[in-house]
């Protein structure tokens, strides 16, 4: 079985400072991890997988195999970046896995 | 064209009615997926198409009747839904190198309202 699990419900945060928003997984093998973002009104889209190792939109996530761990970073938060995020994780059935997703607030 | 189009993007219908919701995407992708989501809550798969073959159905209740008639097209039809059915239809698309790959591509959504 698979499973993701985002602690945050929710994070709150003010522009310029750093954010984290956590993942953590299980998944005996090989997995591929997956950030998603659902702004206001717009559709869900990809944020980034694990495997094409770029940074989007100022975001970076580095999978840690050890810690089991997918967790999204940006080194300073911006309004527009103010979205529901969620982590996925797609294993065997090579079908993702969703969060509960963090929502995140940047405030001014 | 790089996107999925779904119609229409609200809907409200009655316990007795019959609708349908549609989906398309020219992108190529082999892989279409409806997914239901309720408000503040993660995506639910419904049912996966894989070469507009039924490949998966992840218990959804037989009211909900997916039909995917050509490689760009799927549809969701509805017959006798209640009120807790209410939610965000969305479909998605995805490539099939072999098997399926994790990146989704997904539409805007139909908002279903049952009354």
């Known amino acids: 079985a698979q499973r993701v699990t985002q602690p945050e419900k929710l994070l709150s945060v003010f522009k310029g400072a750093p954010v984290e928003l956590k993942c953590n997984y299980s998944?005996?093998?090989?997995?591929?991890l997956f950030w998603y973002v659902q702004y206001s009104r717009q559709r869900l889209q990809l944020l980034l997988r694990?495997?094409s190792r770029e940074s989007i939109k100022g975001f970076t996530a580095d999978l840690n195999k050890g810690e089991t761990s997918f967790h999204l970073k940006k080194p300073f938060a911006q309004e527009e970046d103010s979205a529901m995020y969620y982590c996925?994780?797609?294993?065997?059935?090579?079908?993702?896995?969703f969060g509960r997703g963090t929502s995140l607030i940047v405030h001014p | 064209d790089t996107e999925v189009t779904q119609t229409p993007k609200h809907l409200v219908m009655g316990m007795t009615n019959k609708k349908s919701l549609k989906c398309e995407q020219h992108?190529?992708?082999?892989?279409m997926y409806w997914y239901k989501q309720k408000a503040k809550k993660p995506p639910e798969l419904m049912f996966v198409?894989?070469?507009?073959?039924?490949?998966i159905n992840e218990s959804v209740p037989s009211r909900f009747s997916p039909e995917c008639p050509n490689s760009s097209l799927l549809n969701l039809h509805l017959h006798a839904l209640q009120p807790e059915d209410s939610a965000l239809y969305l479909c998605?698309?995805?490539?099939?190198?072999?098997?399926?790959?994790?990146?989704?591509?997904f539409g805007e959504g139909s908002r279903l309202t049952v009354l």
């Open positions: 198409y894989s070469y507009e073959k039924l490949s």
């Open positions: 992108m190529g992708h082999r892989a």
């Open positions: 998944y005996s093998g090989s997995p591929e």
């Open positions: 694990h495997i």
């Open positions: 998605a698309s995805s490539q099939t190198r072999g098997q399926l790959d994790g990146e989704l591509f």
């Open positions: 996925a994780l797609s294993g065997g059935s090579y079908i993702p896995t």
